[in-house]
């Protein structure tokens, strides 16, 4: 069942992917750029799946792979890039691929992928917009192929799926989700350890910068909004950037009572990044729109320019004229 | 398969305890005090499961159930006690029923549960300790009675599970415990929304108590150790006390590369509790001896009376020495 896509992409089953899989010999696994757990997962553990049928491959990874998934990842073989059939997994679009963009962008054979966003880059792409993470997808893969799973390979799949739901907790969970998770305890994967190292580990540098952006809590709106900063100089002091300050937005919105977090990162000397959180019947992207950004109605947020000051002010006033909109009545600071 | 226990307790197997609950007709069914998500949850779907085949019965807690489970607790039938026959679920031991105890201990003709420690206070017991929450043990009760399962039923299921687990992230997690949630997926149980109310929404006198006790934050033994103080001031300020403070000492060891975490709390003018939380090959409970306290590998604790500062002191000197022992070697402040 290929469907040839107008943009020239072919669309594989899963049992198409897998023939695609024995067919070849020599492989070129990719991960995205920024790893996570998924797409590492995902990668190592085609990787594992591969040699246990005999072949060659090697991960490539854009940027330096972090020290906590020490315990699934391992080196793979070296292959030579012209000999390598190119895969992708967890790869939405080649943009993704960050420092291997020019060199692989072009060349990717097949694209295993559950990014319903995927841009249909890669010649061959088996995407499955349902599966809660890509580990999901290859755990599948390799049943369907009837490859040996191993520990390590268990290990990788576990982190896959637990980083991408939030430990089951996010939207994307389904009943298959958990019996995937079921079968993958017949292994000695040690979840709780997995679980210990990606979700209740963090930096001295992150708490240090929590610990600071806590201390510039506002409540506004009766209680109903709460507005945290993280200024550059915080960034500087503790070394803490990037997608390190992802989870800081959740604790905007994570206080009982609040309908509005909203989070003031500082990226130049008179340059805000807003991130708004809102439980409905409030929406994040009307009030985005209000200065001038975008997102969806539960996250959303905006680039504004100003001092500190200023560019409270700016989202106090979309704030309070979304709620008052949205309660129909008048809302006082 | 009875087995009369020395101790005058009859244990029931899963087939039994359906036969139970099908012969009488009117229940109250009691929870533990400082009610969780599991023993209400338990609480719950079997008042649920037992309106489905035709029962009267009524759910007693003997503290008030706090808001955030208000998706699943339903007033329940009147009934009249001298009539009831009693039920207790993940209550291990009769102190555990609180201000219930002295009128329903000796009472109790059926107790379901999943901890080891139960103490086999009731006429019949079943338990089931491979469970990783009462609520499993309810999943499969009514399952085996065939009662049908409603969208609430499976909701306080799945609370149970879910916040007994920390989420699906501890120890007590099996292969069955993901098989069961796979099957309360089939219903309409809005899971993200429940992990949302359970894990992710704090009380805002909690953030600001965590936001003092980040700032008593002190590092020692060249970043080995982690000490933070909850001191009474701190929860006069904020109103914060007994349970609600259980979160801070996992703070304490969250820190990469941290060993051993250390967690004051004052319980008096001079006195102070001390929770230690350790990683191996560091011993929890042989530093807690040294102070006169005791506990488990990994986390223990003891009471020390002085100043803070003399009690900081105390508990550093004991961590020096456990230090010491353990790595045969002189560790440095």
Redesign the interface.
């Known amino acids: 069942m290929k469907k040839n896509q107008p943009d020239g992409c072919r669309l594989l089953t899963l049992r198409q992917t897998a023939r695609f899989l024995k067919k070849h010999d020599c492989y070129v696994i990719l991960t995205h750029a920024s790893p996570d757990g998924d797409t590492l997962g995902a990668a190592y553990a085609l990787y594992y799946g591969l040699k246990e049928i005999g072949k060659i491959a090697s991960v490539i990874c854009p940027d330096v792979i972090p020290k906590k998934y020490d315990y699934f990842v391992r080196e793979t073989d070296h292959v030579l890039r012209e000999d390598a059939t190119v895969i992708a997994v967890d790869v939405a679009a080649p943009s993704l691929l960050g420092s291997l963009q020019e060199e692989f962008a072009g060349a990717v054979k097949l694209n295993i992928d559950h990014h319903v966003s995927n841009t249909h880059y890669a010649e061959n792409l088996y995407l499955d917009a349902s599966a809660s993470a890509t580990c999901e997808v290859i755990f599948e893969l390799l049943t369907q192929m009837r490859v040996n799973i191993n520990d390590i390979t268990a290990k990788a799949l576990y982190t896959g799926i637990a980083t991408d739901t939030g430990?089951?907790?996010?939207?994307n969970?389904?009943?298959?989700?958990?019996?995937i998770?079921?079968?993958l305890?017949?292994y000695a994967i040690d979840?709780?350890e997995i679980?210990?190292l990606m979700?209740?580990?963090?930096?001295?540098k992150l708490?240090d910068l929590?610990?600071m952006v806590?201390?510039t809590?506002e409540?506004h709106f009766a209680?109903k909004c709460m507005l945290l900063c993280v200024t550059a100089e915080m960034q500087e002091k503790t070394g803490c950037g990037g997608s390190e300050l992802e989870g800081i937005a959740?604790?905007s919105r994570?206080?009982?009572?609040i309908e509005v977090g909203i989070t003031i990162k500082q990226t130049g000397e008179r340059e805000f990044k807003v991130s708004l959180r809102t439980f409905p019947p409030l929406n994040a992207s009307e009030i985005a729109k209000k200065v001038g950004g975008g997102g969806h109605a539960g996250a959303a947020g905006a680039t504004l320019t100003g001092t500190l000051e200023e560019v409270k002010d700016q989202i106090l006033v979309a704030v309070k004229q979304t709620m008052e909109e949205t309660y129909a009545g008048i809302v006082t600071a």
Do not use: M
């Open positions: 430990c089951f907790k996010y939207t969970v389904t009943a298959k989700t958990h019996l998770a079921a079968q305890y017949d979840a709780p679980n210990r979700f209740d580990t963090k930096s001295r708490l929590e610990r806590l201390d809590a409540y209680g959740v604790i994570s206080v009982e009572g």
